[in-house]
T-cell receptor, first 115, second 114 residues
Framework: GAVVSQHPSRVICKSGTSVKIECRSL??????MFWYRQFPKQSLMLMAT?????????EQGVEKDKFLINHASLTLSTLTVTSAHPEDSSFYIC???????????FGQGTRLTVV | AQSVTQLDSQVPVFEEAPVELRCNYS??????LFWYVQYPNQGLQLLLK??????LVKGINGFEAEFNKSQTSFHLRKPSVHISDTAEYFC????????????FGPGTRLSVLP
C-alpha cells in the first residue's frame, strides 16, 4: 500500500523559535496533501490543503503567517510553525490521497511541544 | 459540505464481547465512507472503506461495517473484541470528486476490559 512518512515524530522547541515538519509520499505522487491538527482527546481538524506548485488553502481561523505550508514537489509538503508558542503544542498529522480520493494515507504524526 | 456524527464518545466493553460503534453522516453529494483507528501518539490506520457495491464491508482485524444509505449510517462492528482493540476510532467521509478533503467524526474511544 501507499506510504506517507512524516518527520519528526516528536519535537520540543523553545517559545519563539520555528519548527519544520515534513510529509513525504514515498511510493506515489500526491498533488494534494492535507495538514491536520489534533488536540488531546479530540478529532482531527483540517488546517490547510497543500497543492503542489501553488499556494496552500487555509481553513477559516488558521493563521497562514504562523503555519507556513510549502508543497514544492509531488512527494513533499512541509509545515513550518513560526514563532511557536505553548498554545501551538499539539499533534500534527499530514495525509495524501490519490486514485480519485478513494483512500487517505496518513503520516505517523508529529507531537510538538513548545516550552 | 459533509459532516460526520459519532454519538458515542466512549464505549467500554468486556473482552470477547461484541461491539458496535455508530457513525452517521450528512452530505449533499455522493460520498465515500471510511473507518480509521488511532493508537496513542500514532497516525491513523485504515480499517475499512465503502466506495461502492456491497453495502457490507469487511476490513482488517475482524471489523466490518454496513452502509445504510436511507439512514445515512456506516456503523462499525466486531463480533468479539480483544484487549488490543483498545484505541480511538474515527469515522470519515469524503466527496466522490477528487481533491476533497476528508471530514472526520469526533471519534469514539473503545476501551476493552479484561
Amino acid at each position: 500500500g501507499a506510504v506517507v512518512s512524516q518527520h519528526p515524530s516528536r519535537v520540543i522547541c523553545k517559545s519563539g523559535t520555528s519548527v519544520k515538519i515534513e510529509c513525504r509520499s514515498l511510493d506515489f505522487q500526491a498533488t494534494t496533501m492535507f495538514w491536520y491538527r489534533q488536540f488531546p482527546k479530540q478529532s482531527l481538524m483540517l488546517m490547510a490543503t497543500s497543492n503542489e506548485g501553488s499556494k496552500a488553502t487555509y481553513e477559516q481561523g488558521v493563521e497562514k503567517d504562523k503555519f507556513l505550508i510549502n508543497h514544492a514537489s509531488l512527494t513533499l509538503s512541509t509545515l513550518t510553525v513560526t514563532s511557536a508558542h505553548p498554545e501551538d503544542s499539539s499533534f500534527y498529522i499530514c495525509s495524501a490521497s490519490y486514485r480519485r480520493n478513494t483512500e487517505a494515507f496518513f503520516g505517523q504524526g508529529t507531537r510538538l511541544t513548545v516550552v | 459540505a459533509q459532516s460526520v456524527t459519532q454519538l458515542d464518545s466512549q464505549v467500554p466493553v468486556f473482552e470477547e464481547a461484541p461491539v458496535e460503534l455508530r457513525c452517521n453522516y450528512s452530505s449533499s453529494v455522493s460520498v465515500y465512507l471510511f473507518w480509521y483507528v488511532q493508537y496513542p501518539n500514532q497516525g491513523l490506520q485504515l480499517l475499512l472503506k465503502y466506495l461502492s457495491g456491497s453495502t457490507l464491508v469487511k476490513g482488517i482485524n475482524g471489523f466490518e461495517a454496513e452502509f445504510n444509505k436511507s439512514q445515512t449510517s456506516f456503523h462499525l462492528r466486531k463480533p468479539s473484541v480483544h484487549i488490543s482493540d483498545t484505541a480511538e476510532y474515527f469515522c470519515a467521509v469524503t466527496g466522490v470528486d477528487y481533491g476533497q478533503n476528508f471530514v472526520f467524526g469526533p471519534g469514539t474511544r473503545l476501551s476493552v476490559l479484561p
